[in-house]
Structures are given as C-alpha cells and as structure tokens.
T-cell receptor, first 116, second 110 residues
Framework: ETGVTQTPRHLVMGMTNKKSLKCEQH?????MYWYKQSAKKPLELMFV???????ENNSVPSRFSPECPNSSHLFLHLHTLQPEDSALYLC???????????????FGPGTRLTVL | KQEVTQIPAALSVPEGENLVLNCSFT??????LQWFRQDPGKGLTSLLL?????REQTSGRLNASLDKSSGRSTLYIAASQPGDSATYLC?????????FGKGTRLSVIA
C-alpha cells in the first residue's frame, strides 16, 4: 500500500464503548497528525507528533488519547465519547513539523465516526 | 490566533470558465500556505504549497498566489472542468500547524 491509510473507515459506537482509530503512513515521513472535521466547521487540528515534539490542541477533551508508537503508526483511542464527537477524523503525515512549520501534508481517507 | 476566511463559500460555474478562489488570514507570520481539495466524504488532496518567500506557484491549470503582507492568497483555476467540482481549502502554517478555512464549495456544470 502507498500513502496514508486509516482503519476503520466507518465506526458506530455507544457512549460507554472504548475504541481506537488507526493510521499508517507509507511515505517515510516524520510527522503525523489527527484532525477532526465536523459538519459546517473548519477542519480542526487535534494532535501533532513529530520526531522532536508532540503538540496538542488544548481544547481537545481527555476522552481522546493519541498514541504514536513509531513514525509510521498513529492511533487515536476513544472512550466515553459524546454524540457531538461524531465527525470525520482525518489522519495526515508530512516530512517534518517543527514549531508549526510543516511541509506538504498528505491525508488519509478518514474514519467516519458516529456516537450514539 | 490565526483565523482563515475563504470567499465565496460556494460557487457554481459553467464548464470552461476561469475562476478565482480567495483566502485571507489574520496572522501574516506564516511559513507557507497550502491549498487542498476535498471530495465529499473523503480526505484532502494537496494541490499546491507556496512558501512565504514565494509570490506564486503553478501546477497544471492551477495557480496560487500569495501576498503575505496583506494576508491573502488566491487560487486560480483555468478552463474549469466538471472533475474540478470539490471543496477547496486553504491552510496557512505558522506558529501552529495548518489552520484551515471553511472552504469554497465549487460546482462546475457540464
């Protein structure tokens, strides 16, 4: 496979469930990102992982927990979500990211999450 | 805090027209600016990245310009085609990684 892949593509979960989203990049990049895209809102950066640092958006609730075991894999662990967390969750990667400076980002197809 | 505005929010044109999409941002201290397209329900595809030191960047029928001091970028699409129908997003990168606008939804009618 090439590019950025995400699994699952669709996920329906209850508010008491625990699930994880997975992202994998095959581009040899050193930085990975999680974004949230809600209806009628701008794409919102949630987390950035790079070789040098992890950057968080301070407005992201603790029920979202990222994990980056290596430069090719990124997870988003979900627990006790709310219906308003229903959205398209996009993963991206780039060659580098330092203090906001980012190279061209390549996006995965996204996971459509529905919280009941 | 960087804020990005894209005008118009939606645009419908007949096939073959040249068109301009506008992007403005409030913090001119950026490193670069990227333009993306997004098809419905799908991820984003990078179209162009223009560095803060550049004035414009071209790829095929697409041309992006950047006026960093005034906080503006435009995406010019020449000879539009139905396959260009998508939402176009601009995102400057500065002290924080990419901040996105809400996008311009483009429909090209055959």
């Amino acid at each position: 496979e090439t590019g950025v892949t995400q699994t699952p593509r669709h996920l329906v979960m209850g508010m008491t469930n625990k699930k994880s989203l997975k992202c994998e990049q095959h581009l040899g990049h050193n930085a990975m990102y999680w974004y949230k895209q809600s209806a009628k809102k701008p794409l919102e950066l949630m987390f950035v992982y790079s070789l040098e640092e992890r950057v968080e958006n301070n407005s992201v609730p603790s029920r979202f927990s990222p994990e980056c075991p290596n430069s090719s894999h990124l997870f988003l662990h979900l627990h006790t979500l709310q219906p308003e967390d229903s959205a398209l969750y996009l993963c991206a990667s780039s060659q580098g990211a330092h203090r906001g400076r980012t190279d061209t980002q390549y996006f995965g197809p996204g996971t459509r999450l529905t919280v009941l | 805090k960087q804020e990005v505005t894209q005008i118009p929010a939606a645009l419908s044109v007949p096939e073959g027209e040249n068109l301009v999409l506008n992007c403005s941002f409030t913090d001119s201290a950026i490193y670069n600016l990227q333009w993306f397209r997004q098809d419905p329900g799908k991820g984003l595809t990078s179209l162009l990245l223009i560095q803060s030191s550049q004035r414009e960047q071209t790829s095929g029928r697409l041309n992006a310009s950047l006026d960093k001091s005034s906080g503006r970028s435009t995406l010019y699409i020449a000879a539009s085609q139905p396959g260009d129908s998508a939402t176009y997003l601009c995102a400057p990168s500065g002290n924080t990684p990419l901040v996105f606008g809400k996008g311009t939804r483009l429909s090209v009618i055959a």
